[in-house]
T-cell receptor, first 114, second 115 residues
Framework: AQKVTQAQTEISVVEKEDVTLDCVYE???????LFWYKQPPSGELVFLIR??????QNEISGRYSWNFQKSTSSFNFTITASQVVDSAVYFC???????????FGSGTKLNVKP | GAVVSQHPSRVICKSGTSVKIECRSL??????MFWYRQFPKKSLMLMAT?????????EQGVEKDKFLINHASLTLSTLTVTSAHPEDSSFYIC???????????FGSGTRLTVV
């Protein structure tokens, strides 16, 4: 069965600190996709990244970086030099294919204080 | 890029009435649409999957007669919450895919409050 675990319910940091959000997943499929979404208070889901199971390269996009390790079934997300605007709930999700339903983690609420 | 429009963004209705939420793919044909529900401070849970022209497939525990899903065209799916009660108050969000170049796109969500 598919499952996504985000053990950190809430994290508070001071602006400019680095912060890592953890995501551990379970799946029996060999082909799957992992996602990170940001959900601000307004509710919409903002797409951050998609990674397929065959691509273990880490990725960096500005202040955001992702570490995908199949050996530990983890797909962690790091924000460098956090900013107040980064405050939101972040969801990690798993999909069995590129076009199938998502299994969401429980989300991590990030509070960045000035 | 792909855009999914969800309407209304917020709705307040009286207990016992029905509410319809629309999800439209604006620039692609959505062969499959998904409906999720999110309780306050909780994760998103899949309610149902709908393929154009077919009956929706509901997840276990979701009442088919209460949450009516219609996917009559390649650009529109609707979720009707029938005889709404306060416990149906939630954030509902749809997503759509063309199973091709447009990937998978979420709507902006609908916050339903039943009073």
């Amino acid at each position: 069965a598919q499952k996504v675990t985000q053990a950190q319910t809430e994290i508070s940091v001071v602006e400019k600190e680095d912060v890592t959000l953890d995501c551990v997943y379970e799946t029996r499929d060999t082909t799957y996709y992992l996602f990170w979404y940001k959900q601000p208070p307004s509710g919409e889901l903002v797409f951050l990244i998609r990674r397929n199971s065959f691509d273990e390269q880490n990725e960096i996009s500005g202040r955001y970086s992702w570490n995908f390790q199949k050996s530990t079934s983890s797909f962690n997300f790091t924000i460098t030099a956090s900013q107040v605007v980064d405050s939101a709930v972040y969801f990690c999700a798993l999909s069995e294919s590129n076009f199938n339903k998502f299994y969401f983690g429980s989300g991590t609420k990030l509070n960045v204080k000035p | 890029g792909a855009v999914v429009s969800q309407h209304p963004s917020r709705v307040i209705c009286k207990s016992g009435t029905s509410v319809k939420i629309e999800c439209r793919s604006l620039d692609f044909q959505a062969t499959t649409m998904f409906w999720y529900r999110q309780f306050p401070k909780k994760s998103l849970m899949l309610m149902a999957t709908s393929n154009e022209g077919s009956k929706a497939t509901y997840e276990q525990g979701v009442e088919k007669d209460k949450f009516l899903i219609n996917h009559a065209s390649l650009t529109l799916s609707t979720l009707t919450v029938t005889s709404a009660h306060p416990e149906d108050s939630s954030f509902y969000i749809c997503s759509a895919t063309d199973r091709g170049q447009y990937g998978y796109t979420f709507g902006s969500g609908t916050r339903l409050t039943v009073v």
